[in-house]
């Protein structure tokens, strides 16, 4: 099953400056050899089901092993049987619609 | 790992009415032997991480062998090393702190 | 227009304990007027939209003021057209199809 | 207050397909002058609080008038006093992480 995900993790107990903890992140899902997009407010993520969330729960477990000792996390993540979609196609799917 | 998390299931492409899919999600999550607890906008859960997240898989699985062609969750789940906490824990200590 | 909200928030900076800031918040949610549910990862609100991401703001605002210096929060919100209902009716359809 | 957020919106009841729904919104953010930028899971947002949040009622309204009977949304919001950050900030202070 694949899906299309957004992650945003937000570590807690570690001072106000977090990019540090979310570039870490950002390393463990790119290695885990799926495709992302990094945004202003999370990262856009895609791939199977299984790989997806072992990346997400490898994200938790290096933000700990970083120092930080509470990590809570916001992901949104759609899956769908009616026909195969990626990311592109979401977003050139609402420019279309925006250009006519 | 422990998580403590709060799930939230859209079905799309199924009308308006969603509280069957809402329900069988929460059947699933009842089932895995989850702590769970329903509330207007979502469920709570409490577990250790892999037997939380395949409960999540499996609820998307059973929506679209139920007909939904199309299901996005939003999650939010935190882990934390410091101390053991459970759901019941969170509401209290903040129940506490508005008495005082 | 009512709005049936779940809103969640985060104060970064200030450590590894937050229900002092939550409750806070909560505290603003109630004292705006409006029905509010405290559960183990957020807050149910609901009410008319303008009040209710009024008291959102305040929540924002007085966080700050305690001292937050940033506050980062997540908040589903649901609108609807076709018939008016309450939290207390959410939670009944979907325990409704669970007995059945 | 400046808020940098991230919506993402869901109208229900309209069958599987939500591109046009979510491109009307897409529209409505841009029409506030509010500084949108679209990714596969929802939009980037950045402006002062209460202009941001007039633009996302509008949205609502806009899918309501369009004929959607239900719109569920989920929002990521952060604010903070400590500094000003722009989006792109945001995304920087990340990649320069990832470089190093």
Redesign the interface.
């Given at each position: 099953?694949k899906v299309?995900?957004?992650l945003?993790v937000?570590p807690?107990?570690v001072?106000?400056s977090?990019?540090?903890y979310?570039?870490?992140c950002?390393?463990v899902l790119r290695e885990a050899g799926l495709e992302v997009?990094?945004?202003?407010?999370?990262t856009?993520i895609?791939g199977e089901?299984?790989e997806v969330?072992a990346a997400v729960?490898r994200c938790?477990?290096v933000l700990?092993e970083m120092g930080a000792?509470?990590?809570?996390?916001?992901?949104?993540?759609?899956?769908?049987?009616?026909r195969d979609q990626s990311?592109?196609d979401?977003?050139r799917?609402?420019?279309?619609?925006?250009k006519s």
């Open positions: 099953m299309i995900a957004d945003s937000v807690l107990g001072g106000v977090v990019s540090k979310v570039a870490a950002e390393k997009r990094l945004h202003a407010y999370g856009n895609e089901w299984d969330f729960k938790h477990e700990h000792p509470r990590v809570s996390s916001n992901m949104r993540f759609g899956t769908r049987t009616d990311m592109a979401k977003v799917s609402v420019e279309d619609k925006l």
